[in-house]
Every structure is written in structure tokens, then in C-alpha cells.
């Protein structure tokens, strides 16, 4: 079984910069479409950006658009969410999402994913 661990999580000032990482084990992660979640309390788990099996597509919530990046080191089994301009209403738990597939493809929705992180909390101050 996948198991996802994320870090990078912290603190940041507003219009600075961040980068996640996400490290998975026990699986495949080459064949693994794999997503950035985020969630605040109370509020719904939303979409923030996802990535193909290569890197080779992306998507992403148009509210970071421009400013977040998502990336994956296949080698290294790990994918990155780096934050640029980060801003307050960024401020959430982050969480790593994989999901197997046998075609690459990116997906955008929370039910389309089987495999969480644990999350890591990124707080942006003003």
C-alpha cells in the first residue's frame, strides 16, 4: 500500500515563498497520478493542483494559478507544491493525494484520489 508523508509546512509571510514535498513508499509512484488538497478548518477539502504520471501535464485551481507549481521527481518519489506570493486565504492544512491508474491522466476532484498524506500546515501572515 502507497503511504504518502508530506513536510515543508510552516510559517510564511505573505507574498514570500514556500516549498512542499511529498514522499511516498511501498508503491509505484511512477504509475500514480498524485494531487495537492487543501483544507482550512471547516471548510471543504479543495482542489489545488495536480500532476501526470511525467510531469508532462499540470493543473491547476485558478485561484493559485500563476503562483503555485507542482512538480514530481519520479527517482526520488516525490512531489513538490512550491508556493510563490503565497497569500492569507492560502492559510490550510496541505495534503499529498495519489491515485493508481493504468492510464496517465490528472483528475481534480478529492473522490478521484485513494491514497492521503497526513497534511502539513501552511500558515501565511500578513
Known amino acids: 500500500q502507497l503511504q504518502l508523508v508530506e513536510s515543508g509546512g510552516g510559517l510564511v509571510n505573505a507574498g514570500g515563498s514556500l516549498s512542499l514535498s511529498c514522499t511516498a513508499s511501498?508503491?509505484?509512484?511512477?504509475?500514480?497520478?498524485m494531487a495537492w488538497f487543501c483544507q482550512a478548518p471547516g471548510k471543504e477539502r479543495e482542489f489545488v493542483a495536480a500532476i501526470s504520471w511525467s510531469g508532462g501535464s499540470t493543473y491547476y485551481a485558478d485561484s493559485v494559478k500563476g503562483r503555485f507549481t507542482i512538480s514530481r521527481d519520479n527517482p526520488k518519489n516525490t512531489v513538490y507544491l512550491q508556493m510563490n506570493s503565497p497569500k492569507p486565504k492560502n492559510t490550510a492544512v496541505y495534503y499529498c493525494a495519489a491515485q493508481w491508474s493504468s492510464k496517465d491522466g490528472i483528475f481534480r476532484s478529492p473522490e478521484s484520489y485513494t491514497y492521503w498524506g497526513q497534511g502539513t500546515q501552511v500558515t501565511v501572515s500578513s
Open positions: 511501498g508503491g509505484a509512484f511512477s504509475v500514480y497520478r
